[in-house]
């Protein structure tokens, strides 16, 4: 893994720093929820290979970025997001706590794909040690450890980025069923769903099709996969994302998550982002 030079590297559109994080203006939120309603009904009709390629080519060439998990379904958007650029920024946070498995198959989706700008992001050291320093927050408060392991750094991460790409999928959880192809975020950027129509069989047939590689828990029972302490595998007729924090009211991350739950504003002394390229 190499270090990423920031200023030199970084598909940035301005000269945002991605050590601050203000918080957005009620004019910069309005806009993007503006612009968000305007693309959705557009991307509605669109492929999830042609969703990429206007957003990638047409509506934000330079200014967007692909989050990933490298979880159970990762492999298809970053497949077709390979298909139109193989160096489309993917950025991966990389929370401490995922499980070896995951890392494992970042390296064989890297390799596998070609991907070329694959960025890892970690928490600031200092955070971690101020507040997670035997790290086990996640047992008393899951909200607060998602927030300082992946919540801010990635927030961070997508600062020099107007738009950013999701593999969520309408028929992954109820909470998601009613999402739109196009959103805005809580930091009035926005939020592109290539894959928003995609069913479970869908995923599966595309997969075959292209010969991609499973994650290995998927066969242990996993189709969600995040962090190891908050995950577990499903029953059969459970929902795909019931092993996700189970016994808890938690759904989300955060990152997904447009009003309330999120504070988005980084801690201003928690130093320079750890942003690393893959390989
Ligand atoms: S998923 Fe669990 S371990 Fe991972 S950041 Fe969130 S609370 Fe922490």
């Known amino acids: 893994m190499t270090q990423l030079n920031i200023a030199g590297a970084a598909p940035a559109p301005s000269a945002r720093d991605d050590h601050a994080a203000p918080a957005p203006s009620a004019e910069r939120l309005a806009e993007a929820a503006a612009r968000a309603a305007e693309l959705a009904p557009i991307y509605e009709e669109l492929s999830a290979l042609d969703a990429l390629e206007r957003a990638l080519t047409q509506d934000f060439p330079g200014e967007i970025a692909l989050v990933s998990s490298f979880g159970a379904e990762s492999a298809v958007l970053l497949a077709l997001a ?5 160096s489309t920024p993917v950025l991966f946070g990389e929370t401490g706590m995922h499980f070896q498995a995951t890392r494992y198959y970042r390296r064989r989706l890297i390799e596998r794909l070609g991907l070329r ?4 992001i970690r928490p600031a050291p200092a955070e971690l040690a101020r ?21 801010v750094p990635l927030e961070r991460a997508l600062t020099p980025f107007s738009a950013w790409f999701t593999g969520r999928k309408r028929s992954q959880s109820r ?3 009613a999402m739109a192809a196009v959103e805005s975020d809580a930091a009035g950027r926005i939020k592109v769903n290539p894959l ?8 599966a ?3 075959a099709a292209r010969d ?10 996993y189709p969600s996969i995040g962090c190891e302490p908050c995950t577990s595998p499903i029953k059969p007729g459970e929902d795909p994302r019931a092993g996700r924090w189970r016994n808890s009211a938690k759904t989300e991350c955060g990152i997904h998550v447009i009003d309330g739950k999120i504070v988005r504003v980084a801690p201003d002394d928690s130093g320079p982002l750890d942003r690393q390229i893959a390989s």
């Open 175 to 177: 909470t998601r069923s």
């Open 117 to 120: 700008n694959v960025q890892v």
């Open 205 to 207: 047939a595309f997969m």
């Open 131 to 151: 507040r997670d320093p035997a790290g086990v927050l996640n047992q008393s408060d899951t909200d607060s450890c998602c927030h300082i392991r992946k919540v």
């Open 196 to 203: 928003a129509k995609w069913t479970a069989d869908d995923v």
């Open 212 to 221: 991609l590689p499973a994650h290995p828990l998927v066969a242990q029972g």
């Open 82 to 86: 390979a298909e139109v650029d193989r």
